[in-house]
């Protein structure tokens, strides 16, 4: 019977708390009255509450993040009501900055700050030995990389099976960019490299095939880089997946000599370029060599075949939409296979939050608190954008319009997609559940009333892209010679409720 | 020996606040130590604090500047007075 329920309500099932892994792994002697039990945001708390309750633990821990704090919040208020006796302690980055609290910390027992694996369970041993502590802020005690118990064997079976397994080489992040908690870091510190390979080969004997790396940066110490991906390379084939974040301005030699020898659909970077703007990199403390970042880009693009993932920040201090579409711009022109267009969000504990007066950063109270309006951007602005960014997901990132996109976006590719995302939203009504049928007819439409594409081109290129979606039947811009209407035919539902619905 | 920054060096900026003689600052290429401010940190600490936070191990004894610990902490001594 568990006395300690570790927990957490996870983004998607295809997640794995990590976390609750390392918490586990690190309780000593308690863990043989421990249990990890997952669950999902779109879980019911009710039906949460009711499965947390079996067998009447003594202490509830929730790992509380920015995608779980509003569910965890509904979750622990049910718990309270129904068994006020249980301890319940909270830990995860949204409570680890007091005063900057959100509203479940008023009904939690304790918050371990910070790092958690020491702390959590001198605190469960405090409980359990009736010795509970009076303080209910606890800071999480930092304890060298090599001392903690590995997470890895508590991934099951059926994560192994059925979900992404994360894997951290390194903690910490050397770097200060204001908008990143990972800026309170003082630095970097790598887990032991032989023991840390030793694990993932674990790992990988028991079937993972799928692994991400959580590490801040994983190319900063070139030799460990090149070592765990010489360790891979030894192992490719049978579906590995490797996936990273990097820097773009560190590309030395040797990593680019080992990078070479990746197969296709084996490696993904995520590359923060944030913004190319130099007078906000500086005012966030970001420190990148733009030009570096431009050469590497090309280069992973013409000599790797790795997936390239390039992030954008819109709302940044000092961001104006001419300054975010320059960024932009000069991002496209560097063709990695996918923008995220990231709107800033404020996280609890941020340094950028010192910017909040002098440029009227104004976010949302709730989670995800996305910014609303800065002193350079308006409310009215910043929808006009997430749009764009919500648009540039169906048809830039999707892949689905590689043949349209490049006479979408022509010679001024954030002008003309802004456009292209004012036009389909006054036609459309909707960012939401527009079927990928009636979105071929509304581009179509676009594309040659609102860019000037002459008609003939557009068809050709959505006819091309069209092809290979697999639908089935024609859109109605392929049934006529120019664009005559966009009414759906009788049999497709999916139009017909998805007009209901934008209208 | 005063202390190098060698060309693995990634511009992180981690180790120049932590230096107790000031004696890191950002150079043309990558950050830089002055010779005449560097003790390794003698007098301050028991370890170089910039090897301790330094992520990428890029730091070492610069051989063109031999030092024993003695004449570190003469250093120390002539930079705190």
């Known amino acids: 019977m568990p006395q300690i329920r570790l927990t957490t309500l996870n983004a998607r099932y295809i997640h794995s708390a990590f976390g609750l892994r390392y918490l586990y792994a690190n309780l000593g002697e308690l863990q043989n009255v421990a249990e990890i039990l997952e669950f999902g945001i779109q879980d019911r708390p009710i039906d949460i509450v009711e499965k947390l309750l079996q067998h009447r633990p003594k202490i509830i821990g929730f790992g509380v993040y920015i995608w779980n704090v509003a569910e965890i919040g509904s979750t622990v208020a049910l718990l309270k009501q129904i068994a006020p006796e249980i301890v319940v302690i909270l830990g995860g980055p949204e409570v680890s900055h007091p005063p900057d609290l959100p509203p479940v910390a008023e009904l939690a027992d304790y918050i371990v700050t910070g790092v958690g694996e020491i702390s959590f369970r001198a605190l469960c041993e405090q409980i359990l030995n009736g010795e509970a502590p009076d303080e209910k802020i606890i800071t999480g005690v930092e304890s060298p990389l090599e001392s903690l118990v590995s997470p890895y064997p508590y991934y099951n079976d059926e994560d192994v099976r059925n979900r992404i397994v994360y894997v951290e080489a390194s903690r910490g992040c050397p770097f200060k960019c204001e908008f990143c908690l990972s800026a309170l870091d003082v630095t970097a510190k790598p887990f032991t490299l032989d023991r840390f390979l030793d694990e993932m080969d674990v790992l990988y004997r028991r079937g993972v095939r799928h692994f991400k790396f959580i590490d801040r940066t994983f190319n900063l110490k070139i030799a460990a880089s090149v070592a765990i991906l010489e360790f891979f390379l030894e192992r490719m084939g049978d579906g590995l997946f490797l996936h990273f974040e990097v820097i773009p301005d560190h590309l030395p030699d040797r990593l680019k000599q080992t990078l070479e020898k990746f197969p296709p659909a084996t490696l993904q970077f995520e590359v923060g370029v944030q913004t190319f703007d130099p007078v906000i990199q500086r005012l966030i403390s970001r420190r990148q060599d733009n030009e570096k970042t431009k050469e590497n880009l090309r280069w992973l693009k013409a000599n790797t075949h790795a997936h390239i993932h390039a992030d954008l920040i819109f709302g940044l201090p000092g961001d104006t939409l001419a300054n975010f579409a320059a960024s932009f711009d000069q991002l496209v022109a560097l063709q990695p296979h996918e923008i995220q267009l990231g709107i800033l969000k404020r996280l609890r504990g941020a340094p950028l939050n010192r910017h909040n007066e002098a440029y009227r950063l104004r976010y949302n109270p709730e989670p995800p608190y996305n910014i609303l309006s800065t002193r350079d951007i308006g409310f009215n602005e910043m929808q006009r954008i997430n749009r764009f960014a919500r648009y540039w997901d169906m048809i830039g990132n999707s892949g689905r319009f590689a043949e349209a996109l490049p006479l979408i976006l022509a010679d001024a590719p954030f002008e003309r997609f802004l456009r292209l995302s004012d036009a389909l939203y006054e036609l459309s009504g909707s960012t939401w559940k527009i079927a990928l049928r009636r979105l071929f007819d509304l581009l179509y439409r676009v594309m040659t009333e609102f860019l000037a594409i002459p008609t003939v081109e557009a068809k050709h290129v959505l006819e091309a892209d069209y092809q290979k979606t697999g639908e089935k039947g024609l859109a109605s811009f392929m049934k006529t010679e120019g664009y005559e209407t966009s009414k759906p035919s009788r049999q497709n539902q999916a139009n017909k409720r998805q007009q209901a619905f934008g209208h | ?81």
Not at chain 2, 1 to 20: G, Q, S, Y
Not at chain 2, 54 to 61: G, L, M, S, T, Y
Request: aromatic share 4%.
């Open chain 2, 1 to 81: 020996m005063a202390l190098i920054i060698n060309d693995e060096c990634i511009n992180c900026d981690v180790c120049e606040p932590e230096c107790p003689n000031g004696a890191i600052s950002q150079g043309e290429e990558i950050y830089v130590i002055d010779p005449a401010l560097c003790t390794e940190c003698v007098g301050h600490h028991d370890l170089p604090q910039c090897i301790e936070v330094c992520p990428v191990d890029c730091i070492d004894k610069d051989p063109e500047h031999a030092e024993s610990k003695d004449t570190l902490y003469q250093k120390y001594l002539k930079l705190t007075a």
